[in-house]
């Protein structure tokens, strides 16, 4: 594992490029397959790799990914959350927008969307309790539904949109509570982050809600600092 992300952390590897071979990685370290096996899974686990099928282990970060960042403050940090967390036991389905989910995506009546949803959970081994519940809809093509099922964005991916995002409070629904442990009903914090490409289209929606027990936003404001400017 340390050989490999040294590998990527001095960019002897790229990000965004694909890790060699397992045969290849073997030959280079003089090692066998089962410890690249568990190198790799490591690296995946740090949020480091991304395996995708009959794409191979992809390098998506120089650096492993620590902590979740509730609340997201720039493109770099939604990009990081998803590489630091994981959707486990997701569900696909084909949605059609009526008058309450129009209002709650910020979309049109009738718009056909592709809804990937399920438990998000870190990485980390250590924390075992979900983060969150997130959904994602995308438009209800083929492409943009194998797109989905990654569950991953880049840097570079983000960088092409424009994404609003929208804080709310909100009540955790049964299938959000029997996901995450949790009450039916009980308080969350609801972020919403709406993903608009060329000619302002909308491209994707994430939805994305926590638990009230499992978050906490706290500010540091500063003497001295401008009008709007938070420490």
Partial sequence: MRAISDDISSGRVAVGARLPTEQQLCSQHGVGRHTIREAIRGLVDAGMLERRPRLGTTVIAA??????????????DIAGNMAATRIVRPRGQ????DKDTARRLGCRV??????????RILRDRSVLDPACFSEHYVPDTATARRAIATAAISPLDASLQRVEQEIRAGLLDDEQAAALHAEPGSPALVVLRRHYGARERLVAIGIHTH?????????????????????
């Fill in 94 to 97: 084909s949605v059609v927008a």
């Fill in 110 to 119: 009738g718009a056909r969307w592709y809804r990937f949803a399920g438990p």
């Fill in 63 to 76: 650096e492993p990914i620590i902590g979740y960042r509730w609340i997201p403050g720039s493109i770099d």
């Fill in 211 to 231: 638990p009230a027990d499992r978050y906490s936003i706290v500010m540091q404001l500063q003497l001295g600092t401008t009008p709007g400017s938070v420490g």
